[in-house]
């Protein structure tokens, strides 16, 4: 298995914009060491005979009619708003074109 540096745990904390404190690194280390053993261990394993699955429960997600279950309250919403024309939000323009 490949040993871990200073130096690696430094350019990933640079790659994934986080910063570790030196004193840190070690600890770091150690846990990143672990994971990678239990990879590599899992990797060892004989999977042939098991079957591939998406999540480890058989469970599906109950499905509902595709009705409409509120009533339309743009106009209510609308009242409360600034300004609206033709059912539409009306805005400031924030935003310059170069």
């Known amino acids: 298995m490949t040993t ?3 130096h690696d745990i430094q350019k990933l904390a640079e790659l994934s914009k986080l ?3 030196a004193e840190k690194i070690p600890a770091f280390i150690e846990t990143q060491k672990n994971i990678l053993s239990l990879i590599a261990k899992m990797d060892t394993l004989n ?3 098991i079957e591939p699955l998406a999540h480890p429960l058989s469970v599906t997600q109950p ?3 595709d009705v409409v279950t509120e ?8 009242q409360h ?12 323009k924030f935003i310059e074109n170069e």
């Open 47 to 49: 999977t042939d005979e």
């Open 71 to 78: 009533i339309n309250q743009r106009e209510q919403f609308q």
């Open 4 to 6: 871990l540096t200073d």
């Open 19 to 21: 910063h570790f404190s």
């Open 81 to 92: 708003a600034p300004r609206v024309e033709a059912g539409l939000y009306i805005v400031n």
């Open 63 to 65: 499905l509902r009619d």
